[in-house]
Nanobody, 121 residues
Framework: QVQLVESGGGLVQPGGSLRLSCAASGSIFSIGAMGWYRQAPGKERELVAG???????NLADSVKGRFTISRDNAKNTVYLQMNTLKPEDTAVYYCNAEVRPAYAFTNFYYWGQGTQVTVSS
């Protein structure tokens, strides 16, 4: 089985920073693209940032200049550095990864359980 476990969420004041981590574990042959999504109450889940296995990144317009996505392939971990946080960044943040399990011949997409980020004074 493959699992994604997120950490690093919490309560922060506007203008503050948080760093989210997501570690993949289990019987993994390889990991392709990884990304972060978020879902605010009453809204659809949206892509925040993505990163390929080669390190190419893309960011939602709403977070460009404030958020950075990175990964450590040796640790099967993806990070989201969030700076200058705004109240509208409040949401549950989910990690997503394209994984080739060791026992499979195709890729699957896995989701983490989500971590709450609340930006409020």
């Amino acid at each position: 089985q493959v699992q994604l476990v997120e950490s690093g969420g919490g309560l922060v004041q506007p203008g503050g920073s948080l760093r989210l981590s997501c570690a993949a574990s289990g019987s993994i042959f390889s990991i392709g693209a990884m990304g972060w999504y978020r879902q605010a109450p009453g809204k659809e889940r949206e892509l925040v940032a993505g990163i390929t296995s080669g390190g190419s990144t893309n960011l939602a317009d709403s977070v460009k200049g404030r958020f950075t996505i990175s990964r450590d392939n040796a640790k099967n971990t993806v990070y989201l550095q969030m700076n200058t946080l705004k109240p509208e960044d409040t949401a549950v943040y989910y990690c997503n990864a394209e994984v080739r399990p060791a026992y499979a011949f195709t890729n699957f997409y896995y989701w983490g359980q989500g971590t709450q980020v609340t930006v409020s004074s």
